[in-house]
């Protein structure tokens, strides 16, 4: 057995002694059963034990923690797991990074509206006319509109961030 008297959570859920060498005690504590319930139940097993198995010990605590990770993702997203995450928190900054752009222009048109009246150049006022008649904020629009239509449909903050998503 891992440690203690108590067999681990593996061993616990897939009722079998605990061996003193057993490759999931480190990693699965009998206080803990749900982690190993959630990596066997979308892994199994004997898949998890072949990769902690093939991994220098150092690197076994990582893994778990990623597995834990990737089990509750797919618990929660079948199709995408971490990929939805990842998608969802990528599209996040996004539409931020544009909120911020559309903030700090128009903190720059404020700026330049309260700036003494300067004599204006014939060239300036072509070029700003040209550069209106672009349209960008239209496009910004449409962006903004394309860009939430993500793999985050069914993804939460609270399930991105949730108690049980990491170990």
Do not use: W
Request: aromatic content about 8%.
């Amino acid at each position: 057995m891992g440690s203690g008297s108590s067999p681990c959570a593996s061993c616990k859920l897939l009722r079998r002694r605990c061996a003193k060498d057993c490759i999931f005690a480190p990693y699965f504590p009998s206080d803990d059963p749900q982690k190993f319930a959630i990596v066997h139940k979308v892994f199994g097993a004997s898949n998890v034990s072949k990769m902690l198995q093939e991994l220098p010990v150092d690197q076994r605590a990582d893994a778990v923690s990623s597995l834990v990770y990737e089990a509750n993702a797919r618990v929660r997203d079948p199709v995408y797991g971490c990929v939805g995450a990842i998608s969802y928190l990528q599209n996040q900054v996004s539409e931020l990074q544009m909120q911020l752009a559309v903030a700090q222009a128009e903190i720059l048109c404020i700026q330049m509206q309260h700036e003494p009246a300067a004599i204006p150049n014939p060239q300036h006022i072509m070029d700003f006319q040209e550069h209106n008649n672009n349209n960008h904020h239209h496009h910004y629009l449409n962006f903004a509109a394309s860009s939430s239509n993500v793999i985050h449909d069914s993804l939460s903050r609270e399930t991105l961030f949730g108690h049980d998503m990491v170990s």
